[in-house]
């Protein structure tokens, strides 16, 4: 029983309507290739980021049900570690976005083939293609719009961008598999200009061109570039960040606030005199912002890595955490939760692990460049630890719990 015509109906379905004469299965492997170190970049980054949240702990709280890839206590040192890889995930991820539409456009007649379903497995390999097409456009929208501040949905992103990279993941692993075969054809046969009847991309009935396949590529290559200037500096620094036009804390602005204490709600009262640390463990005590400041004190050079890309290194001083754990009678404690004056959202909580307390440069910081931290830095007290994933370094720090 026959459901559907077996002539394609008039419009894209039919393949004379494509005419570029660019198409071809030897372009597509072309650009699928340089698009798979990309996203292989983007995927195993967006997996040691997960890795860095330690969603495992406490109240980091990101994600209701993981499926534990890429299980690691993150490291300390080197300082600059999550700077790096996130930068790379952020950068890389906006800079191969012109390559991924050039790749879409070169397959779309395949999206159209006629008929849409030719048998079981063709079935489940459309439905494959679907998956991993859906799941790139999901996580580079998601993903784009979190590193430009817009949150157009109402979903939580870290979830859904870990989840959306799950799936994109395994799409992608299987559609390589798939199609090795037939990048390893178009490439072995690279000097024969194959008829349409033996490449399943070229037109049937090409219009004259326009652009040559150079010209395409040339045309990708400087639009990554551009986007690769304008992007980079945030996490680079030096003089690109004058033109990280798509940084939206970047240009020029050296060391970004990610929220100010006035979003935050965070009132001059609540850090007036009557402010006091707690601190939580065998022992419970309050310290007031002078006797803070009266235990030994620290100096180093930090980074803050945000997950949106950018990073900035600043000199902090302040209490070091493992002394703190030990005011706590907690000297060798194994999570520290730090609780902010924050009086609502994700931010109340951050929970670090036992390399994080004890490792000498982390801080609970008092000061930053030699000054008293400003309001927006998160006056009077803020956590600052090496290679930590910027959005645990929590600011206006209430209380700390050792456990
Ligand atoms: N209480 C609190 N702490 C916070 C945040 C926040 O919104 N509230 N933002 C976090 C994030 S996501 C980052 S990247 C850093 C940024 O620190 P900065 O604003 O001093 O640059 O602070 C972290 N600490
Ligand atoms: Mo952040």
């Given at each position: 029983m026959r459901l559907l015509p077996a002539d394609p109906p008039p419009?894209?379905?039919?393949?004379?309507f494509w005419r570029s004469p660019l198409r071809s299965v030897w372009l597509t492997s072309m650009l699928g290739s340089v698009l798979l170190v990309g996203v292989g970049i983007v995927a195993v980054t967006g997996l040691l980021s997960h890795a860095a949240y330690q969603p495992d702990l406490g109240n980091n709280g990101l994600i209701e049900k993981d499926i534990g890839v890429l299980v690691i206590g993150w490291p300390t040192s080197p300082g600059w570690l999550y700077a790096f890889t996130q930068g790379l995930h952020v950068t890389i991820g906006i800079i191969i976005v012109p390559l991924l539409l050039a790749k879409l456009w070169s397959v779309i007649p395949r999206l159209f083939a006629w008929p849409p379903v030719t048998g079981p497995v063709n079935a489940l390999e459309r439905i494959g293609i679907l998956l991993l097409v859906g799941s790139t456009i999901f996580q580079f929208a998601t993903g784009i719009a979190n590193a430009q501040l817009y949150?157009?949905?109402?979903?939580?992103f870290v979830g859904a961008h870990y989840y959306g990279g799950l799936i994109f993941i395994a799409s992608l692993v299987l559609h390589v598999a798939v199609k090795v075969p037939a990048m390893r054809r178009a490439y072995a046969t690279r000097r024969e200009v194959l008829g349409p009847e033996d490449d399943e991309l070229r037109a049937p009935d090409p219009a004259p061109g326009t652009l040559s396949r150079r010209g395409l590529f040339g045309l990708v290559g400087a639009a990554a570039g551009t986007l690769a200037v304008t992007t980079a500096g945030q996490s680079i620094g030096g003089p690109l960040r004058d033109v990280a036009l798509f940084a939206p804390r970047g240009t020029g602005a050296s060391f970004p606030i990610n929220k100010t204490a006035a979003v935050a709600r965070i009132t001059p009262a609540m850090v007036g005199p009557a402010y006091r640390l707690k601190l939580v463990g065998d022992d419970e005590r309050e310290l007031t912002l002078a006797e803070l400041a009266a235990m030994p004190q620290h100096t180093y050079d930090l980074q803050i890595a945000c997950v949106e890309g950018w990073s900035t290194t600043q000199q902090w001083t302040g209490v070091r955490l493992r002394d703190l754990a030990a005011a706590a009678g907690m000297p060798d404690a194994a999570a520290m939760a730090a609780g902010s004056l924050q009086p609502r959202g994700a931010f109340r909580q951050a929970t670090i692990g036992p390399g994080q307390i004890g490792h000498p440069h982390s801080l609970l910081a008092l000061r930053v460049n030699g000054a008293p931290l400003s309001l927006d830095h998160g006056f009077p007290a803020r956590v600052i630890v090496p290679a930590l994933p910027g959005v645990h370094c929590t600011k206006w720090v209430k209380e700390l719990h050792f456990t």
């Amino acid at each position: 029983m026959r459901l559907l015509p077996a002539d394609p109906p008039p419009g894209p379905t039919r393949p004379t309507f494509w005419r570029s004469p660019l198409r071809s299965v030897w372009l597509t492997s072309m650009l699928g290739s340089v698009l798979l170190v990309g996203v292989g970049i983007v995927a195993v980054t967006g997996l040691l980021s997960h890795a860095a949240y330690q969603p495992d702990l406490g109240n980091n709280g990101l994600i209701e049900k993981d499926i534990g890839v890429l299980v690691i206590g993150w490291p300390t040192s080197p300082g600059w570690l999550y700077a790096f890889t996130q930068g790379l995930h952020v950068t890389i991820g906006i800079i191969i976005v012109p390559l991924l539409l050039a790749k879409l456009w070169s397959v779309i007649p395949r999206l159209f083939a006629w008929p849409p379903v030719t048998g079981p497995v063709n079935a489940l390999e459309r439905i494959g293609i679907l998956l991993l097409v859906g799941s790139t456009i999901f996580q580079f929208a998601t993903g784009i719009a979190n590193a430009q501040l817009y949150y157009p949905w109402h979903f939580n992103f870290v979830g859904a961008h870990y989840y959306g990279g799950l799936i994109f993941i395994a799409s992608l692993v299987l559609h390589v598999a798939v199609k090795v075969p037939a990048m390893r054809r178009a490439y072995a046969t690279r000097r024969e200009v194959l008829g349409p009847e033996d490449d399943e991309l070229r037109a049937p009935d090409p219009a004259p061109g326009t652009l040559s396949r150079r010209g395409l590529f040339g045309l990708v290559g400087a639009a990554a570039g551009t986007l690769a200037v304008t992007t980079a500096g945030q996490s680079i620094g030096g003089p690109l960040r004058d033109v990280a036009l798509f940084a939206p804390r970047g240009t020029g602005a050296s060391f970004p606030i990610n929220k100010t204490a006035a979003v935050a709600r965070i009132t001059p009262a609540m850090v007036g005199p009557a402010y006091r640390l707690k601190l939580v463990g065998d022992d419970e005590r309050e310290l007031t912002l002078a006797e803070l400041a009266a235990m030994p004190q620290h100096t180093y050079d930090l980074q803050i890595a945000c997950v949106e890309g950018w990073s900035t290194t600043q000199q902090w001083t302040g209490v070091r955490l493992r002394d703190l754990a030990a005011a706590a009678g907690m000297p060798d404690a194994a999570a520290m939760a730090a609780g902010s004056l924050q009086p609502r959202g994700a931010f109340r909580q951050a929970t670090i692990g036992p390399g994080q307390i004890g490792h000498p440069h982390s801080l609970l910081a008092l000061r930053v460049n030699g000054a008293p931290l400003s309001l927006d830095h998160g006056f009077p007290a803020r956590v600052i630890v090496p290679a930590l994933p910027g959005v645990h370094c929590t600011k206006w720090v209430k209380e700390l719990h050792f456990t």
